[in-house]
Nanobody
Framework: QVQLQESGPGLVKPSQTLSLTCTVS??????????WSWIRQPPGKGLEWMGV???????YYADSVKGRFTISRDNAKNTVYLQMNSLKPEDTAVYYC???????????????????WGQGTQVTVSS
């Protein structure tokens, strides 16, 4: 059984940097044709796809966060990270990591493409 667990500081000030961690158990983050996405849900809004790291370490981002957010991984720790720079109040959301299966990567929110999700972690950007 694959499990994903997000963690990170819950409250940051605007313009600060924050890193979230997605610790994966029950499966390797380097296994072919699984990719690991970050998705967020702002309060009162729908899900928003942020980006993905493929099994070979390649990364892809939504245009809205490209250049500001960075996804990386530590293979030895079986962990995926999301670093968010220059945070804005509109980045306030619940952030999820999720595993995609069956393709190199997928940039969207079709839930049939995802087979495991973390429980989410709240990030609040406020002064």
């Amino acid at each position: 059984q694959v499990q994903l667990q997000e963690s990170g500081p819950g409250l940051v000030k605007p313009s600060q940097t924050l890193s979230l961690t997605c610790t994966v158990s029950g499966g390797s983050i380097t296994t072919s044709y699984y990719a690991w996405s970050w998705i967020r849900q702002p309060p009162g809004k729908g899900l928003e796809w942020m980006g993905v790291i493929a099994y070979d370490g390649s990364t892809y981002y939504a245009d809205s966060v490209k250049g500001r957010f960075t996804i990386s991984r530590d293979n030895a720790k079986n962990t995926v990270y999301l670093q968010m720079n220059s945070l804005k109040p509109e980045d306030t959301a619940v952030y999820y990591c999720a595993r995609q299966s069956g393709s190199y990567y997928y940039a969207g929110l079709d839930r049939t493409k995802y087979d495991y999700w973390g429980q989410g972690t709240q990030v609040t950007v406020s002064s």
